[in-house]
């Protein structure tokens, strides 16, 4: 006797399984490539904790990101690493003017016109103590000098030709006081900021600490971002930014926080979603596959999709060049 709710009928063509997987497909404009730029510009460095990605100096971009803008790449989300630049508790090199980022964005523009070009915003890679604001002499926030200093970082990348900056702090009142100092300096209507919102106190963020050389000194960031359990703060975290006049919302990490990236969206289908596979989920997918639990590109494409499904529209991801080789016009991702 045929069975009732007979589901097979419905799948057994590639076409049919494409048509019911309507709207989850990934392509070159769903994908934001994390860069690490050095203080060094004639340098690459490899990053042990995160093997394939390295870090590269400013002179080194163009070799790096000519193939991939062949590929289709779209757009890029830039982070400074300072080995010689000092820190200090104001993060003075965030904006100075040999910082690898504010040097990095017009050469970008110039050489690639087309390209988005996001820059993180943070105080932790140019801090002495690594921490992502500004502290009071007993180790806690100063939540008002912290997002002025930020706003001010902000501007300086907006000024240098970024067209979205990203704060990735957590502080309360950031999104509103980049708003502002956008304004004052006239650059509104040319910058969108994309808030790193709903942003996870996570173990999935070891190696990235290792390549941008941002752990903090002491302590850890629970106090700014937010318990692992919580979908409640998550929703007060986005409904903050909203507020403050956020362009974009962004969740991170992803893999474990799909249910909350499924929770912003329905609550903000307004505002394009971003998702971080951070640099754990990189490196686990890496050394799974590395040691014969997994095939990568069917597992990140398996990842990929249930990222879109969830209501991703664009992955930041240390992927993207492999997913662009991957979406080349022979494969079929
Ligand atoms: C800095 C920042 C971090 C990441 C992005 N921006 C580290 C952190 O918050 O500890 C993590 C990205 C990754 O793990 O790939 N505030």
Same mark, same amino acid.
């Given at each position: 006797?045929?069975?009732?709710?007979?589901?097979?009928?419905?799948?057994?063509?590639?076409?049919?399984?494409?048509?019911?997987?309507?709207?989850?497909?990934?392509?070159?404009?769903?994908?934001?490539?994390?860069?690490?730029?050095?203080?060094?510009?004639?340098?690459?460095?490899?990053?042990?904790?995160?093997?394939?990605?390295?870090?590269?100096?400013?002179?080194?971009?163009?070799?790096?990101?000519?193939?991939?803008?062949?590929?289709?790449?779209?757009?890029?989300?830039?982070?400074?690493?300072?080995?010689?630049?000092?820190?200090?508790?104001?993060?003075?090199?965030?904006?100075?003017?040999?910082?690898?980022?504010?040097?990095?964005?017009?050469?970008?523009?110039?050489?690639?016109?087309?390209?988005?070009? =996001?820059?993180?915003?943070?105080?932790?890679?140019?801090?002495?103590?690594?921490?992502?604001?500004?502290?009071?002499?007993?180790?806690?926030?100063?939540?008002?000098?912290?997002?002025?200093?930020?706003?001010?970082? =902000?501007?300086?990348?907006?000024?240098?030709?970024?067209h979205i900056v990203a704060p990735s702090d957590m502080m309360d009142g950031r999104i509103k006081a980049i708003k502002q100092g956008l304004a004052s300096a006239g650059l509104s209507n040319q910058v969108a900021v994309l808030s790193y919102a709903v942003k996870f106190a996570s173990g999935f963020y070891g190696p990235f600490r290792d390549a941008a050389g941002s752990s903090p000194k002491f302590g850890d960031r629970q106090c700014y971002q937010l318990p692992s359990g919580s979908t409640g703060l998550a929703a007060r975290a986005a409904a903050r930014d909203v507020d403050e006049g956020a362009d974009m919302l962004m969740v991170k990490p992803g893999l474990a926080y799909l249910d909350?990236?499924?929770?912003?969206?329905?609550?903000?289908?307004?505002?394009?979603?971003?998702?971080?596979?951070?640099?754990?989920?990189?490196?686990?997918?890496?050394?799974?596959?590395?040691?014969?639990?997994?095939?990568?590109?069917?597992?990140?494409?398996?990842?990929?999709?249930?990222?879109?499904?969830?209501?991703?529209?664009?992955?930041?991801?240390?992927?993207?060049?492999?997913?662009?080789?991957?979406?080349?016009?022979?494969?079929?991702?």
């Amino acid at each position: 006797m045929e069975p009732k709710h007979a589901l097979h009928s419905g799948y057994f063509h590639p076409v049919l399984r494409l048509w019911q997987s309507a709207n989850v497909d990934v392509k070159p404009e769903n994908l934001m490539l994390p860069i690490f730029i050095l203080d060094e510009p004639n340098s690459i460095t490899e990053i042990q904790s995160m093997p394939g990605v390295k870090r590269y100096g400013i002179n080194k971009l163009k070799g790096f990101i000519d193939p991939l803008i062949a590929k289709g790449l779209k757009s890029v989300l830039l982070f400074g690493v300072s080995n010689k630049l000092i820190k200090d508790e104001n993060a003075s090199s965030a904006d100075c003017p040999n910082n690898p980022v504010i040097q990095a964005v017009p050469l970008l523009r110039k050489l690639y016109p087309h390209l988005i070009i =996001a820059c993180d915003v943070c105080i932790c890679p140019y801090s002495s103590h690594g921490h992502c604001g500004i502290l009071n002499s007993n180790g806690t926030i100063q939540n008002e000098k912290s997002i002025q200093r930020i706003s001010e970082i =902000a501007v300086a990348y907006a000024k240098a030709g970024a067209h979205i900056v990203a704060p990735s702090d957590m502080m309360d009142g950031r999104i509103k006081a980049i708003k502002q100092g956008l304004a004052s300096a006239g650059l509104s209507n040319q910058v969108a900021v994309l808030s790193y919102a709903v942003k996870f106190a996570s173990g999935f963020y070891g190696p990235f600490r290792d390549a941008a050389g941002s752990s903090p000194k002491f302590g850890d960031r629970q106090c700014y971002q937010l318990p692992s359990g919580s979908t409640g703060l998550a929703a007060r975290a986005a409904a903050r930014d909203v507020d403050e006049g956020a362009d974009m919302l962004m969740v991170k990490p992803g893999l474990a926080y799909l249910d909350v990236v499924r929770q912003t969206k329905n609550a903000y289908p307004q505002y394009p979603m971003f998702i971080y596979q951070v640099s754990g989920e990189y490196a686990m997918l890496y050394h799974g596959a590395k040691n014969g639990a997994i095939n990568l590109e069917a597992v990140l494409k398996e990842v990929l999709l249930s990222m879109r499904r969830a209501g991703g529209d664009v992955i930041i991801t240390y992927y993207t060049p492999l997913i662009l080789d991957l979406l080349q016009p022979k494969a079929n991702l």
